[in-house]
């Protein structure tokens, strides 16, 4: 399986980015905090989030993202 990691960098890029990570949520069903409800039926079992996602051994989604801005605000958002 290939994984994919992210790196966003200044104002711009992280902006780009927490839109980018909103997207990928919503598209593969996970939840802001990272679940994924298993009433969710996508149909066949798809698993492609794990290329984007790591799942924690909680069960928890957590993106393959950095975010890096000398500007804490940004990144706080």
Same mark, same amino acid.
């Given at each position: 399986?290939?994984?994919?990691?992210?790196i966003h960098?200044?104002?711009a890029?992280?902006?780009?980015?927490?839109?980018?990570?909103?997207?990928?949520?919503?598209?593969? *069903?996970?939840?802001?905090?990272?679940?994924?409800?298993? +009433?969710?039926?996508?149909? #066949?079992a /798809?698993?492609?989030?794990?290329?984007?996602?790591?799942?924690?051994?909680? *069960?928890?989604?957590?993106?393959?993202?950095?975010?890096? +801005?000398?500007?804490?605000? #940004?990144? /706080?958002?």
């Amino acid at each position: 399986m290939r994984e994919v990691i992210s790196i966003h960098v200044g104002q711009a890029g992280v902006q780009m980015g927490n839109a980018c990570w909103e997207l990928y949520c919503l598209e593969h *069903g996970i939840t802001p905090d990272g679940h994924m409800p298993s +009433d969710t039926s996508f149909g #066949v079992a /798809d698993d492609s989030f794990n290329t984007f996602f790591h799942e924690t051994g909680t *069960g928890k989604h957590v993106p393959r993202a950095l975010f890096v +801005d000398l500007e804490p605000t #940004v990144v /706080d958002e």
